[in-house]
């Protein structure tokens, strides 16, 4: 058998068979590139569109309420059911404190560690202590025919020494009250407003509704939520006609309050007009014309008609022996009254005045002013929570000094309220 040299060059038929081979080859390996660029592209452009969607801004989906976190899912021992929020009572006490130094003068420098405050003879810790402006109500008694002591000109003038006397920023409500109660003047610092509703809208009439009066000024204080609140009673606190409310019931709902009561009294002046009644046979020192009738006379007209009705002369001879007892009745009420309200300023951290001379109630009027506008806002948490006691429960409080120099003033009873605190 003859063997070939393999290095021997192939015929043409063979060359081109392998030329055919090798163009067929690279045909297809370059069709096999092409292809691999373009998967190459096609995932290129998917992973561009991917990453694209995800850097956009999408709004987030709240987690529902009762879904389940990732250690509940796997935890069995989790709870699934939706918890109740936790519930914390701070009970706080209020207390209205009045600070003067060592002349009657208020103190603005009062400090938390200035004052001790004691609740049935504990010591509590303070909390707070405030200077806020201070929220009014004149609670006018314009009412009562039986009085002769008592006069819509002096109450006037009492009201509006009041109002100028207070701080620019206190906050002051009108509460007139007769044979009814009406709102002259809704919490207002525009004291110039008040002196002209003073001048203009108090007008007098037959009786004087104490009690109504009284249980209506509460409710305005506690309707408003304000803080700092003072009551400025300008009345003898007899109630004429039928009491359609307790009395004892709205009196005591004031130790239940943070309201501060001051009282400026025409107790002493009635009762010597009273004594003056008493009598069958009186110096005439005013007319028996009716007040009402006089002040409804212009504003411009109404003084010199008032002195020249009310000049003094004459005698009068009383022979109505129900009226004389009548005016035993009235005197009687009114040193029932005298020792109601002495003891509810007394309670709520108060003053009451007894002047026995109109200039004096004037005067008085400035006082009180002085008073309200020393007053800070203590806040204590009693270590006897309030919630472990009864309502109605009375707590004996007692604020003293730790400075030397330093008076305080404040209430000596805390009565826990019906409602409470939640």
């Keep these: 058998m003859e063997i070939k040299d393999a290095r021997q060059p192939l015929s043409v038929n063979a060359c081109l068979y392998v030329q055919v081979r090798t163009i067929n080859a690279t045909r297809v390996a370059a069709i096999l590139v092409r292809k691999r660029i373009l998967i190459s592209t096609t995932i290129t452009l998917l992973v561009a569109v991917v990453s694209g969607a995800g ?46 130094d060592n002349y009657g003068r208020i103190d603005p420098t009062l400090q938390p560690d200035d004052l001790l ?34 006069r819509v000109t002096v109450t006037r003038e009492v009201a509006k020494t009041v109002v100028d006397s207070l701080a620019a920023n206190d906050q002051v409500s009108l509460l007139q009250f007769n044979s009814r109660i009406e709102l002259l003047a809704n919490w207002t610092s525009d004291h110039t407003s008040l002196v002209s509703i003073l001048n203009s809208k108090l007008l007098p009439a037959k009786r004087a509704i104490f009690v109504d009066a009284l249980d209506e000024a509460r409710k305005l204080f506690l309707n408003s939520g304000r803080l700092n609140q003072h009551l400025v009673l300008i009345t003898d606190g007899v109630h004429t006609g039928t009491e359609r409310l307790n009395r004892a019931a709205v009196i005591e709902q004031f130790a239940e309050s943070n309201i501060a009561v001051h009282v400026l009294s025409y107790t002493m002046p009635s009762l010597e007009a009273t004594k003056q009644d008493l009598r069958r046979t009186r110096k005439r020192d005013k007319s028996t014309t009716p007040d009402d009738a006089i002040e409804s006379a212009p504003l411009e007209f109404r003084y010199n008609l008032l002195k020249r009705v009310h000049k003094p002369g004459g005698i009068i001879v009383d022979l109505d022996s129900k009226r004389r007892g009548q005016f035993k009745d009235y005197r009687e009420a009114l040193l029932m009254s005298q020792t109601e309200l002495q003891q509810l300023a007394q309670d709520t951290g108060g003053s009451m005045w007894l002047p026995t001379s109109v200039t004096d109630l004037v005067e008085n009027a400035r006082e009180a002013a002085h008073l309200i506008d020393a007053a800070y806002v203590i806040t204590y948490k009693p270590k006897r929570p309030l919630a472990d006691a009864p309502a109605g429960e009375t707590r004996r409080i007692e604020v003293v000094s730790r400075r030397v120099g330093l008076h305080p003033m404040s209430r000596q009873r805390f009565v826990v309220p019906n409602k409470k605190p939640q």
Excluded: H
């Design 55 to 100: 850097q956009q801004t999408t709004p987030a989906i709240p987690p529902k309420p009762r879904e389940l976190s990732q250690t509940n899912r796997t935890n069995p021992s989790v709870t699934t059911e939706e918890q109740e929020p936790i519930r914390i009572s701070t009970e706080e006490v209020q207390l209205s404190v009045a600070a003067f």
């Design 117 to 150: 405050v004691l609740e049935n003879g504990i010591p509590q810790e303070i909390r707070s202590a405030r200077r806020i402006p201070a929220n009014v109500i004149l609670l006018l008694d314009t009412g009562g025919e039986l009085n002769s002591a008592k």
